[in-house]
């Protein structure tokens, strides 16, 4: 069963980075989309970012457009968010997910981590 291991969050101030990480526990992640999501309080869960494990354009949320960036390491099987010119309203837990490309749904998810940005 597929594992993910999220890292990175914590607190910054507005204006910050930071990097979060996603680690998974398969061998290939060949034929996976990776998206990263959060959920605010009292919010619903946002897909952020997503890119494909092969290639292809990356998706972004119109929030985190020109700020976020969604990549992949294909030998270390590890995908990433950079996260700069942080703002308040980007505090949430922040999830990343994989779902078999051309599927709807993620089914594998990571604990999450908290990222915080103080104003």
């Known amino acids: 069963q597929v594992q993910l291991v999220e890292s990175g969050g914590g607190l910054v101030q507005a204006g910050g980075s930071l990097r979060l990480s996603c680690a998974a526990s398969v061998r290939t992640l060949t034929n996976y989309v990776m998206g990263w999501f959060r959920r605010a309080p009292g919010k619903e869960r946002e897909l952020v970012a997503a890119?494909?494990?092969?290639?292809?354009?990356?998706y972004y949320a119109d929030s985190v457009k020109g700020r976020f960036t969604i990549s992949r390491d294909n030998r270390m099987q590890k995908g990433y968010l950079q996260m700069n010119s942080l703002k308040s309203e980007d505090t949430a837990v922040y999830y990343c997910?994989?779902?078999?490309?051309?599927?709807?749904?993620?089914?594998?998810w990571g604990q999450g981590t908290q990222v915080t940005v103080s104003s």
């Open positions: 890119l494909a494990w092969t290639g292809g354009s990356a």
């Open positions: 997910a994989l779902k078999p490309r051309g599927e709807t749904n993620y089914g594998v």
